[in-house]
């Protein structure tokens, strides 16, 4: 006996019209879009669920009554404008027969404010005109929710990139024309967008790097498509000032490369930094240097010293040899000194520290100019000592020597005579800062490099460690000591020191 | 009455031009080149002035100082600085109960006259 198969059920390739139907309609009921069918009047003769979401009641209990009120039932009044407005959109689509949209806000049964985008579509069916009118609402809410939040974005970044002033961002064409010149670029260079907008780049870069390095660094970024390297720019003012260059590839939406894009980001404060921590870290290690040659000088210069004063005591010297020892014993007391000097430059004297007011040690300081060598030139000395000076931690001796030293070059760089203004006021963060300047011969570039350095004089009679002793014992205030000179028209010295 | 002056300093040039100098002004001169020998001379007999370096090989010229003051409290210890004297040896050697310091960076004169004043009690 054989097995029976189920015969296969037939094939209706007819669709099955009510099942489509339905299913259309439970789509359509299920939808996450408010929809509407009003009659002429404008009352809902259909409806999907979605607007139990907003009513809170069974669809079936706004069926027949008037769009307008079932959808602005809740805080109707406050929305009585957006009423009023809907309805003319209405009234249009029903004059006209022709489809509009709206977009309003409606609040539902929950308080919740829901933005709404409407579609309404009349029915019309030849001869009889306006059978209804078909509303469709997109809940776009969310949507624009993020739009919003993308336009915060996007001027908070406005904000940022327009409040930051160490970074310029500028793009050109291939050619090499600025097309694009915002953030912190007007800051940066000096120049306004439209004094430079279509100049060639090369104006923001020195003349030699217009040559070279400019062409340079575009060929790199055409081979890697970004380049990054530390240059120097040019102000408007014809200044130049470091920075950190990025250079990118700028791609059109084609994907065609349309230009260069310029991220420059000044680096002169980290430079300073940079130079300062160099400055003393030489300054340390020549100090070290100092104090080891120092002590090994120390006690063959004292016994070779002591043994010629012992032979000077004798008493029948002849006067030749007298003579010669008497030189020689000069000599190794040029070298003591020398050799006491440098000791003091490199000493770690820990500063035995009292609050001071610095006007007072200034005043003390003035008085004791006297008893130094200096210029019989006529100097006036202007002093503009703030009354208010906070008092700071310091060594009086030591900074006494400081400020004589200082007095004393300026005294010196004025043969002819002149002027030295003494400033001091509170800085805002928090040092007391004291400005000393003359009228002197000043200083030339090459100079003022070395100035701190052990050593460097440019003085016939000078140790060179006058400046360098000073250097040291305001750092060992943790204070800062700077130099501003011009050649011909003077000398500034500031030292900053911290408030006590 | 000349006094006995022991000088501790470990380089020889230094030991022997202070014993001249001393020599020359009557004292009676020993020397040590360490704080270990100058203890060991310390022990076998009696100095009214030891001369030292404060920085010495070996035992540092301030533990010598202490443990000369520990035997022989009575010793006048004098302590010798170079050029760059160092301000908390000598404020610890001054603790010590050393009773002066003389540097090798002042002209003889200076130190002999100096030495004088440190032992003017021992008249």
């Given at each position: 006996m054989g097995v029976r198969f189920p015969s296969p059920a037939p094939i209706n390739m007819e669709f099955d019209t009510q099942q489509i139907r339905d299913s259309f309609h439970e789509a359509i009921d299920n939808s996450n879009a408010f929809i509407l069918y009003l009659n002429s009047m404008g009352n809902i003769i259909a409806c999907n669920k979605k607007i139990e979401s907003l009513t809170g009641k069974k669809k079936d209990q706004v069926l027949g009554r008037y769009w307008l009120s079932v959808l602005y039932n809740n805080h109707g009044e406050q929305n009585l404008i957006k009423q009023h407005m809907f309805k003319a959109v209405m009234d249009d689509s029903i004059k006209y027969k022709r489809p509009n949209s709206f977009e309003g806000a409606l609040v539902d049964s929950q308080e919740h404010e829901h933005l709404v985008s409407w579609d309404l579509t009349p029915v019309t069916e030849e001869p009889k005109g306006l059978m209804g009118m078909l509303l469709v609402g997109n809940d776009v809410t969310q949507l624009k929710d993020r739009e919003e939040s993308f336009k915060k974005i996007d001027n908070t970044l406005k904000n940022i990139f327009s409040n930051i002033k160490e970074y310029a961002l500028y793009v050109t064409n291939l050619d090499g024309?600025?097309?694009?010149?915002?953030?912190?670029?007007?800051?940066?260079?000096g120049w306004q967008k439209n004094e430079i907008v279509f100049k060639h780049i090369s104006i923001l870069h020195t003349l030699?790097?217009?040559?070279?390095?400019?062409?340079?660094?575009?060929?790199?970024?055409?081979?890697?498509?970004?380049?990054?390297?530390?240059?120097?720019?040019?102000?408007?003012?014809?200044?130049?000032?470091?920075?950190?260059?990025?250079?990118?590839?700028?791609?059109?939406?084609?994907?065609?490369?349309?230009?260069?894009?310029?991220?420059?980001?000044d680096i002169t404060e980290r430079r300073k930094l940079e130079y300062q921590v160099f400055q003393a870290?030489?300054?340390?290690?020549?100090?070290?240097?100092?104090?080891?040659?120092?002590?090994?000088?120390?006690?063959?210069?004292f016994v070779i010293s002591g043994r010629m004063e012992m032979m000077l005591e004798g008493k029948r010297l002849a006067k030749k040899i007298k003579d010669n020892l008497n030189i020689m014993n000069a000599q190794t007391e040029r070298i003591r000194k020398l050799v006491d000097r440098l000791l003091k430059f490199s000493r770690k004297t820990i500063p035995r520290l009292e609050n001071l007011n610095i006007n007072e040690v200034i005043e003390g300081v003035l008085p004791l100019l006297s008893y130094h060598k200096l210029p019989a030139s006529s100097v006036e000395i202007d002093r503009v000592l703030a009354p208010n000076l906070s008092p700071v931690r310091g060594d009086l001796n030591q900074l006494q020597e400081v400020f004589i030293n200082i007095l004393v070059n300026a005294y010196q760089a004025m043969p002819q005579g002149g002027k030295i203004a003494i400033e001091t006021r509170n800085s805002q963060d928090g040092f007391a800062e004291i400005t000393i300047a003359d009228t002197g011969h000043g200083i030339s570039e090459d100079v003022l490099k070395n100035i701190f350095m052990p050593f460097f004089s440019t003085k016939k009679e000078g140790t060179g460690l006058g400046l360098s002793i000073c250097y040291n014992i305001i750092k060992v205030h943790n204070g800062s000591i700077d130099i501003e000179s011009k050649v011909n028209e003077g000398t500034t010295f500031i030292i900053k020191l911290p408030f006590a | 009455m000349s006094y006995k002056v022991l000088v501790v300093d470990d380089e020889a040039p230094v030991r022997s031009l202070f014993d001249d100098l001393l020599k020359k002004e009557k004292y009676i001169v020993k020397t040590a080149d360490s704080g270990e020998e100058a203890l060991e001379a310390i022990g076998k007999e009696d100095f009214d002035v030891v001369l030292m370096d404060i920085k010495l090989g070996g035992i540092s010229g301030l533990e010598a100082l202490k443990k000369i003051k520990d035997i022989k409290p009575a010793t006048t210890v004098i302590m010798i600085t170079g050029f760059g004297y160092d301000e908390d040896l000598i404020n610890k050697s001054k603790e010590l109960g050393c009773s002066g310091y003389i540097g090798k960076n002042m002209p003889i004169s200076q130190i002999m006259s100096n030495f004088k004043l440190f032992t003017k009690h021992l008249k």
């Open positions: 024309n600025i097309t694009y010149y915002g953030m912190g670029s007007e800051i940066m260079f030699e790097d217009a040559a070279s390095a400019l062409q340079f660094i575009i060929s790199q970024v055409n081979a890697k498509g970004e380049h990054e390297t530390e240059i120097d720019l040019v102000k408007k003012d014809g200044q130049h000032f470091p920075v950190e260059l990025t250079v990118s590839r700028f791609i059109d939406p084609d994907g065609k490369p349309a230009g260069y894009i310029f991220i420059a980001k870290e030489k300054m340390a290690a020549i100090g070290q240097l100092a104090a080891g040659m120092a002590h090994e000088i120390n006690n063959p210069l | -």
